[in-house]
């Protein structure tokens, strides 16, 4: 194994982030996504209680992403303005604040305004979570990064059931409903980690305290060694917010996270409603089983995440997962709500373990000097998937009663994102290899 000198304080710089930021972001990826999603397992009471049927209740769910899309390039200029640790505290309190306000809506009408107001405070976090990383860690290590902040959503889902079950079963106390306990109550969390982030993250490496002047310094010769690399080979970039969007590179990016996107939101969504198909199940029970897919989701993708750092090929990985999601979405639509259950987990592993592997090929491949408008393009487009897979799923349940030609509409997405993977050129020579400073650092030699 070759070394570098200033490996040691590198990987040492490196470990410190992995102790000390990444599981913030991945609690701050908890609270995103429980607050998005806890609606699933309101649906039934919403309707009962504020008369939000299903296509309204698909409509407001999906008004979120809306909102996620007007406001995601803006709020990651604003984080660039402002820098990381106000940005993503200052998020992270006000998703909490407008969850917390869900329990005084009164009808539809107010729940889809709640759901705009809720995905414009969100609008920026990941975006600014995966800036973040781009400047702390280099390539080699962010597939990791990326697996463990991220399996923050796949908690959340895990826990979301369990959690708002006997939140929605406190009907009465205090004068308030079960769904109004649930929101205030995981509104508030969510406030609560917003304000211990700010006093935990920094915005710059040379910011931090907790780093050594060594590890300070080699960590930043090593990223700004990588860039430097990226730009020699490539040369500056001076384009347009507007030539970024018209990238057909960017373009490709764009629909294969907005298939995924689908997935996981229509299941977000809507899996409570298919698990509720299965006899003899209470809130409880939907809650508990609802949590399996992404239970097994965690394991799927921090394996893909760690084969992804260490052979560097990516690319077979994501259209792999890819096909499991369309396969796992078909068969769930033809099947007995059990097999239907498995057939979801199946999915689930496949499109919930996609984002620590998509997102290094595009910091491979876009240039880093746009790499920040580049990203907020990528998931404020893509986003948009959360509007049409909920809102379609409404009006096909409500048009047909049954989920089914809704799951079949996502595996014909999932398998077309897998052909158009096949057309990614994450370098000149269509291979995804770490420059060899990285290997050196990492320990793994290129291939030649």
Not at 258 to 277: D, G
Not at 392 to 411: D, E, P, R, Y
Request: aromatic letters at 12%.
């Amino acid at each position: 194994m070759t070394s570098l000198p200033g490996s040691t304080e590198l990987s040492s710089a490196v470990a410190k982030i992995m102790r000390r930021v990444i599981p913030l972001f991945a609690i701050m990826m908890m609270c995103n996504q429980l607050n998005r999603s806890n609606i699933g397992y309101a649906e039934s009471h919403l309707e009962a209680d504020l008369g939000i049927g299903a296509t309204a209740y698909g409509l407001g769910a999906g008004l979120f992403f809306i909102a996620y899309f007007i406001f995601e390039v803006p709020s990651n200029l604003l984080m660039k303005r402002f820098g990381p640790k106000i940005w993503l505290s200052r998020i992270c309190v006000s998703w909490g604040v407008v969850s917390a306000c869900m329990l005084f809506a009164q009808g539809p009408i107010s729940f889809y305004v709640l759901r705009f107001l809720l995905g414009m405070a969100e609008a920026g976090f990941v975006p600014a979570v995966l800036y973040y990383l781009a400047k702390w860690l280099p390539n080699a290590y962010r597939g990791r990064a990326n697996a463990r902040y991220a399996v923050g959503a796949l908690v959340a889902f895990s826990v979301s059931g369990p959690l708002s079950g006997p939140l929605l079963r406190m009907d009465g106390t205090l004068g308030l409903t079960g769904w109004q306990w649930m929101f205030l109550v995981e509104g508030a969390m969510s406030v609560a980690i917003g304000v211990f982030a700010f006093f935990r993250l920094d915005s710059r490496v040379e910011d931090a305290r907790w780093l050594t002047a060594d590890e300070k310094r080699e960590l930043t010769a090593a990223i700004e060694a990588e860039e430097a690399e990226y730009v020699n080979r490539h040369g500056g970039d001076s384009r347009t917010l507007w030539s970024v969007v018209r990238d057909p590179k960017i373009l490709l990016f764009v629909f294969i996270y907005f298939s995924v996107q689908m997935s996981i939101y229509a299941n977000t969504f809507w899996l409570p409603s298919i698990v509720r198909n299965i006899e003899g199940t209470n809130d409880f029970t939907v809650g508990l089983l609802s949590s399996v897919p992404w239970l097994f989701a965690i394991v799927a993708m921090f394996l893909l995440a760690r084969i992804g750092d260490r052979t560097d090929r990516r690319k077979p990985l994501l259209i792999g997962a890819l096909l499991a999601a369309a396969a796992g979405s078909y068969l769930a639509a033809i099947a007995s709500p059990w097999l239907a259950l498995a057939m979801l987990t199946v999915a689930a592993m496949g499109f919930k373990s996609i984002s620590p592997i998509f997102w290094p090929i595009v910091q491979r491949t876009v240039h880093p000097m746009v790499i920040g408008v580049a990203i907020a393009v990528i998931i404020s487009i893509a986003n948009l998937g959360g509007f049409v897979a909920p809102y379609g799923f409404g009006i096909v349940k409500q048009q047909t009663g049954s989920a089914q030609w809704g799951l079949v509409g996502l595996a014909v997405f999932s398998l077309i994102a897998a052909l158009a993977s096949l057309l990614i050129r994450e370098n000149e020579d269509g291979n995804s290899g770490l420059s060899r400073k990285e290997h050196a650092v990492s320990g793994r030699h290129p291939k030649n």
